[in-house]
């Protein structure tokens, strides 16, 4: 299962970026302005899916280079984690990168579709049948992961939203409701 887990990472493609502001509050929070909003593709959420739709937004500015450098990063980890390098420097790798460019408090949102197909998800999306889900994350400095368990390090916040980082609190939204 790990393994299936860390194929997902891998093959991300940016589609498209924008600023915008949007408010809110999660868990009667305020939330900051969303400044950046951003849509990317990848493979495999579940064993069923083959395409994955998602979109992401975040509180702060300059998201759509700052979120694909942190994604070049976290493959490079995936790479190095099934090439059998030492995971504590995989983690520590990213670490760094988000201590040195990622502001110390910020929130992420993001809206994940998945199917079996990319025309499955323009032509036939089934929200009862396909995944779907919306998840937000409260980010509380670099990714604080433990060694055993390097997923919250290295993978997407959608991709594993509950696995341990003491820096991170995420929502979800009810299985299959991302409203």
Not at 130 to 147: E, F, Y
Not at 156 to 161: E, K, T, V
Request: glycine share 6%; net charge negative; hydrophobic share 40%.
């Amino acid at each position: 299962m790990r393994h299936h887990i860390f194929t997902l990472a891998m093959p991300l493609v940016i589609t498209a970026c924008s600023t915008a502001s949007i408010d809110g509050e999660v868990n009667h929070e305020v939330v900051p302005p969303f400044m950046t909003g951003m849509v990317y593709e990848a493979d495999e959420l579940t064993p069923d899916d083959d395409y994955v739709a998602v979109a992401a937004f975040y509180t702060f500015n300059n998201g759509c280079d700052l979120v694909a450098k942190q994604m070049d990063a976290k493959t490079d980890g995936i790479r190095g984690l099934l090439d059998g390098k030492d995971v504590e420097g995989l983690i520590d790798n990213v670490r760094k990168f988000e201590e040195d460019n990622f502001p110390d408090d910020y929130w992420a949102s993001y809206v994940v579709i998945a199917a079996p197909s990319e025309s499955d998800v323009a032509d036939n999306f089934d929200v009862e049948r396909d995944t779907a889900g919306a998840l937000v994350c409260h980010h509380h400095g670099a990714v604080d992961a433990p060694r055993d368990e390097p997923a919250a390090a290295l993978l997407p916040d959608y991709a594993a939203p509950f696995f341990k980082d003491r820096n991170r609190d995420c929502f979800s939204s009810p299985r299959r409701d991302p409203r």
